[in-house]
């Protein structure tokens, strides 16, 4: 059906839209480098937060920052940060080991520190109800 269908033979190159979307992000970062600056800044401060309070967060330099948490524990964590207005991915087996899920957070330029902050004091409360810290 692929290789004979009008409408999905093209499908593998990039829509209209989608490239429009990606050279409207690169003319924002040509104008205003500094958000690259402050992205990277906003990730180390709540990657280094987060270890700080005994999360079990791998290395990295990236704006995506893993918690790795018991299977578990790792729902009642999701829905204690939902109920707390935090919207963060969970990964549950078979997308992870056995026994353990990972908490994905996603930090942007436009977070404020007030922004971090909370989500860092939540996490430091929730950590500590749920036994995890």
Excluded at 45 to 65: D, H, K, M, S
Excluded at 87 to 113: D, K, L, W, Y
Aim: aromatic share 8%.
């Amino acid at each position: 059906m692929k290789h004979h269908s009008p409408s999905l033979i093209f499908s593998a190159s990039p829509s209209p839209s989608s490239t429009a979307s990606a050279m409207a992000a690169l003319e924002i970062l040509i104008e205003q480098p500094e958000l690259v600056t402050k992205l990277n800044s906003n990730a180390a401060y709540l990657r280094t937060n987060l270890i700080r309070l005994g999360f079990n967060v791998p290395q990295g330099e990236t704006a995506i920052i893993p918690i790795a948490i018991d299977e578990k524990i790792g729902m009642e964590m999701w829905q204690e940060l939902y109920d707390r207005n935090i919207f963060v991915n969970i990964f549950i087996p078979p997308a992870t080991p056995t026994g353990t899920c990972i908490i994905r957070n996603s930090v942007m330029a436009t977070h404020e520190q007030n922004h971090l902050d909370y989500l860092i004091e939540t996490y430091e409360y929730v950590g500590r109800k749920l036994g995890v810290i």
